[in-house]
């Protein structure tokens, strides 16, 4: 990390507010954005119930410090420094208490579930998730997203680590490039440590269900445009038992295939048969060999992979402009085989 250089330095317009933190563009003065802001959610720090995030916040900063910055496909931390209310940097409210602000490299892209704000204003938000990481019909590598996601587990958990609360509006995804970034690491769970309450009773266990909750289907592929537009999993994440009664129950409604070695994967799980990230990982791969199959089979339908097109042209929307995203992206699948 960098000493930064805040009088060279402005933000701009909130590409993102969550219940923890708001992101904010920014960059050198003048220039196109290419960085963003993080701070604790300003309501929050009005009240001053931002100790939890704060907390989360520096732990996260040391992470990246140690390794979290060498681990490719987590956003890159440039720098970070404090506001209070005596020497108040880049923001102008006023909002009487101390907080930190973290400043991230501008992840390319778009993520993969818009923020709630976005609902309102009628933003089909599930788009990137249901196109490019559920139903991928038009991707040159159609589990690019999942596999690049056990990749930086499998890193992590080598190094000792697990990141939970991957849930598709983290992650960042560019399907020209294939550029895939982790923009949170806040809910990161040392394996040889204590953890704050939100990650101290997770396990790897944790980790497989929230990967098969957000980027694997239990749904046939769709064959109107319509059924891309909301997002999938997107219920709170409570517990393994009942993440597993549901999971189960999902794929023991769909007829196909591959939903049989999908409910040999969440008994395995269930039953915490897997040593570690890896031995998950290779089982998740065997899945997706044989889901290919069902893919390659709707990309024969014209009118299936029609509907894939015609939902991808709404990636056009004024809400996706804010991004590092060309919405004109386009491969031809004329000769794909998945």
Not at 208 to 227: C, D, G, K, N, Q
Request: glycine share 4%; hydrophobic share 30%.
């Amino acid at each position: 990390m960098n000493e930064l250089n805040l009088n060279n330095l402005e933000i701009h317009n909130v590409i993102g507010t969550g219940a923890d933190y708001e992101v904010r563009l920014a960059g050198q003065i003048g220039d196109t954005p290419n960085m963003v802001m993080k701070r604790p959610n300003p309501h929050s720090i009005l009240k001053n119930l931002h100790a939890s995030t704060e907390t989360r916040t520096h732990k996260m900063i040391q992470f990246h410090k140690e390794i979290g910055n060498d681990i490719t496909g987590i956003t890159h931390i440039l720098g970070y420094f404090q506001n209070t209310p005596q020497n108040n940097h880049l923001y102008t409210d006023e909002l009487d208490h101390d907080y930190t602000v973290v400043c991230q490299e501008r992840a390319s892209g778009i993520p993969l579930n818009a923020d709630v704000r976005a609902r309102i204003l009628k933003v089909p938000t599930g788009l990137g998730q249901t196109l490019f990481a559920l139903f991928p019909l038009g991707l040159d590598e159609p589990f690019d997203i999942p596999c690049k996601l056990m990749d930086i587990q499998n890193d992590l958990y080598k190094h000792g680590y697990l990141l939970f609360d991957i849930n598709p509006q983290n992650v960042f995804y560019s399907p020209d490039t294939g550029s895939l970034n982790m923009i949170d690491t806040a809910d990161l769970h040392k394996l040889d440590a204590e953890n704050d309450i939100k990650t101290s009773n997770k396990t790897k266990e944790d980790y497989f269900l929230e990967l098969i909750r957000y980027y694997v289907s239990a749904e046939e592929i769709p064959t109107e445009e319509s059924a891309y537009f909301s997002p999938r999993g997107d219920k709170p994440y409570i517990n393994k038992e009942s993440e597993i009664n549901l999971l189960k129950s999902q794929f023991e409604q769909l007829t196909t295939s591959d939903s049989h070695t999908m409910l040999d994967i969440i008994k395995k799980i269930q039953s915490e048969y897997y040593q570690s990230v890896s031995d998950f990982n290779q089982d998740m791969m065997e899945y997706f060999s044989v889901v290919r199959e069902r893919l390659q089979l709707a990309r024969e339908k014209p009118e299936t992979l029609a509907s894939w097109y015609s939902a991808k042209e709404y990636l056009h929307h004024s809400h996706w402009s804010k991004y590092d995203f060309n919405p004109n992206y386009d491969k031809s699948t004329d000769n794909l085989e998945i």
